[in-house]
Nanobody, 124 residues
Framework: QLQLVESGGGLVQPGGSLRLSCAAS????????IGWFRQAPGKEREGVIC???????NYLDAVSGRFTVSRDNAKNTVYLLMNSLKPEDTAVYYC??????????????????WGQGTQVTVSS
């Protein structure tokens, strides 16, 4: 049974950077499409970036050019590097996995394995 654990969240000033990690156990991540999602208080969950097992990526327009995703299959981990952070990026960030083989659509209903989430707060 695939299990996912996020880490790396925290408090950062506007313009700063954070790297989130999504570590897997119970199965190897290289067979899965991985999505990063976020949910801010009072808002619906939204897909941030999804990356297929072949490396195809789908980005939320609001993070394009600022956020990148990478896979380290040797470490069974997917990373979300967030640069130029803005207060509106504040949310709980989740990673999730699906075996659909495609990064599109980058929507939560496509994913059936979820981590517990990590809080990202962007504030001065």
């Amino acid at each position: 049974q695939l299990q996912l654990v996020e880490s790396g969240g925290g408090l950062v000033q506007p313009g700063g950077s954070l790297r989130l990690s999504c570590a897997a156990s119970g199965s190897t991540l290289d067979a899965y499409t991985i999505g990063w999602f976020r949910q801010a208080p009072g808002k619906e969950r939204e897909g941030v970036i999804c990356i297929s097992n072949s490396g195809d990526r789908n980005y939320l327009d609001a993070v394009s050019g600022r956020f990148t995703v990478s896979r380290d299959n040797a470490k069974n981990t997917v990373y979300l590097l967030m640069n130029s952070l803005k207060p509106e990026d504040t949310a709980v960030y989740y990673c999730a996995a699906t075996n659909t083989g495609s990064s599109w659509p980058c929507k939560g209903y496509m994913y059936n394995n979820w981590g517990q989430g990590t809080q990202v707060t962007v504030s001065s």
